[in-house]
């Protein structure tokens, strides 16, 4: 397998985990998260907002290189 296709389905398997990782933030509140996820407070009812957006970007981030990547290969420009 090439290195580069390797990296590209990486990508994008990090990036729909995170995307789903964020709807868990926005969806659920403190209380409800599971306990190994940074933002857990028992009794709380505070979301996790901030938390959620920055998943959802790192994740967005991720299949934005994904896609990027997996383009033809790059062509030079022979100055004319």
């Known amino acids: 397998m090439n290195n580069?296709?390797?990296w590209v389905?990486?990508?994008i398997a990090v990036g729909i985990v995170l995307i789903a990782i964020a709807?868990?933030?926005w969806a659920e509140p403190?209380?409800?998260l599971p306990?190994?996820?940074p933002g857990?407070?028992?009794g709380s009812s505070h979301h996790h907002t901030k938390h959620g957006i920055a998943a959802f970007l790192v994740g967005l981030a991720c299949l934005v290189f994904a896609w990027f990547n997996t383009g033809g290969?790059?062509?030079t420009?022979?100055?004319t």
Request: hydrophobic share 40%.
């Open 4 to 6: 580069r296709r390797l």
């Open 9 to 11: 389905i990486l990508a």
């Open 23 to 25: 709807i868990v933030y």
């Open 30 to 32: 403190a209380k409800s």
């Open 35 to 37: 306990s190994f996820f």
């Open 40 to 42: 857990h407070q028992a």
């Open 73 to 75: 290969p790059r062509t």
């Open 77 to 79: 420009r022979t100055p």
